[in-house]
């Protein structure tokens, strides 16, 4: 299995990107491609079917599918992961993605835990390090095989943490988290608004995210800055500004620990290993 290109889109209103990424199209023999959609307003087409978009849901376009998201109301833009991969002979014998109970089991509702594994997903396919880059195409494997495993069983649920469904204030921290993304919010006034202690949102996080809820947040905006980085011609500097850093240097000094790359070196790293046209008939 070999991941083609990752794609993050982070609220698509600007007219060159609604244009290039609504438009209706299929890919060639093999080629498969995961829209992974995490907020805004919309439809997408699969096939003959116009599905309405709806928070945490998967789908999932099989060769010669034709697709493509109509966005909705601008004032709610899209924001999603696309994930362009191509089945080889080898991997036959491990994941049949032609068996039709696999596919009428799309779209399904994964819920928002598993941002952070598409996000670390695309940070192991964009690096320079050839053992993450390899690890990338592993992780959608693991990811599919859990995935159609429980689609097999039956579970609609697949968005279930093994500790079961996300807390309701895990999952409305979240989405305050997501709503302030270009502003600066402090883990007292969530905690405050959820009308718990911060001790406690903490703690919630760790058991059902795995992480800290302000290492969340700081990822939320570094997976923002990554959209602007490959889909605006922002310079560095301004990226920072409009994500809130305390400055470039700050955001710089982070956005390495978190892609291995500085902003400027991904930027260019992306746009020589991964041309926009990838693998893509427009119908």
Same mark, same amino acid.
């Given at each position: 299995?070999?991941?083609?290109? $990752?794609?993050?889109?982070?609220?698509?209103?600007?007219?060159?990107?609604?244009?290039?990424?609504?438009? $209706? =199209?299929? =890919?060639?023999?093999?080629? *498969?491609?995961?829209?992974?959609?995490?907020?805004?307003?919309?439809?997408?087409?699969?096939?003959?079917?116009?599905?309405?978009?709806?928070?945490?849901?998967?789908?999932?376009?099989?060769?010669?599918?034709?697709?493509? /998201?109509?966005?909705? =109301?601008?004032?709610?833009?899209?924001?999603? *992961?696309?994930?362009?991969?191509?089945?080889?002979?080898?991997?036959?014998?491990?994941?049949?993605?032609?068996?039709?109970?696999?596919?009428?089991?799309?779209?399904?509702?994964?819920?928002?835990?598993?941002?952070?594994?598409f996000e670390d997903m695309k940070n192991?396919?964009?690096?320079?390090?050839?053992?993450?880059?390899?690890?990338?195409?592993?992780?959608?494997?693991?990811f599919l095989f859990d995935l159609f495993?429980?689609?097999?069983?039956?579970?609609?649920?697949?968005?279930? !943490?093994? @500790?079961?469904?996300?807390?309701?204030?895990?999952?409305?921290?979240?989405d305050l988290f997501a709503r302030h993304?270009?502003?600066?919010?402090?883990?007292? @006034? /969530?905690?405050?608004?959820?009308? $718990?202690?911060?001790?406690?949102?903490?703690?919630?996080?760790?058991?059902?995210?795995?992480?800290?809820?302000?290492?969340? *947040?700081?990822?939320?905006?570094?997976?923002?800055?990554?959209?602007?980085?490959?889909?605006?011609?922002?310079? /560095?500097?301004?990226? !920072?500004?409009?994500?809130?850093? !305390? !400055?470039?240097? =700050?955001?710089?000094?982070?956005?390495?620990?978190?892609?291995?790359?500085?902003?400027?070196?991904?930027?260019?790293?992306?746009?020589?290993?991964?041309?926009?046209?990838?693998?893509?008939?427009?119908?």
């Amino acid at each position: 299995m070999i991941i083609k290109d $990752i794609v993050f889109v982070y609220h698509l209103k600007e007219s060159n990107l609604v244009g290039w990424h609504s438009r $209706i =199209h299929s =890919h060639p023999r093999d080629h *498969y491609e995961l829209h992974y959609f995490l907020s805004g307003d919309g439809s997408f087409q699969n096939g003959s079917v116009i599905y309405p978009i709806q928070k945490g849901q998967l789908f999932l376009s099989s060769p010669d599918q034709v697709h493509g /998201i109509r966005p909705g =109301h601008m004032d709610d833009p899209l924001t999603y *992961y696309a994930v362009l991969f191509e089945i080889e002979a080898n991997d036959a014998p491990q994941i049949d993605l032609s068996d039709p109970s696999v596919l009428q089991g799309f779209p399904v509702m994964v819920g928002a835990n598993w941002r952070l594994r598409f996000e670390d997903m695309k940070n192991r396919y964009n690096s320079r390090n050839p053992y993450f880059k390899q690890g990338a195409h592993f992780d959608l494997l693991a990811f599919l095989f859990d995935l159609f495993g429980r689609i097999a069983d039956h579970d609609r649920d697949v968005g279930a !943490s093994r @500790e079961g469904l996300t807390s309701v204030q895990v999952a409305q921290a979240m989405d305050l988290f997501a709503r302030h993304v270009f502003a600066s919010v402090r883990l007292s @006034e /969530i905690a405050q608004t959820l009308k $718990i202690t911060e001790e406690y949102l903490i703690k919630l996080f760790k058991r059902h995210i795995g992480t800290t809820p302000m290492r969340y *947040y700081q990822t939320l905006k570094l997976e923002a800055s990554v959209s602007l980085l490959l889909n605006t011609t922002l310079a /560095i500097k301004e990226i !920072s500004w409009q994500l809130c850093f !305390s !400055s470039q240097y =700050h955001f710089s000094r982070n956005f390495k620990a978190y892609a291995g790359l500085s902003p400027s070196e991904y930027r260019l790293n992306y746009f020589k290993d991964n041309p926009t046209n990838y693998q893509t008939r427009i119908v």
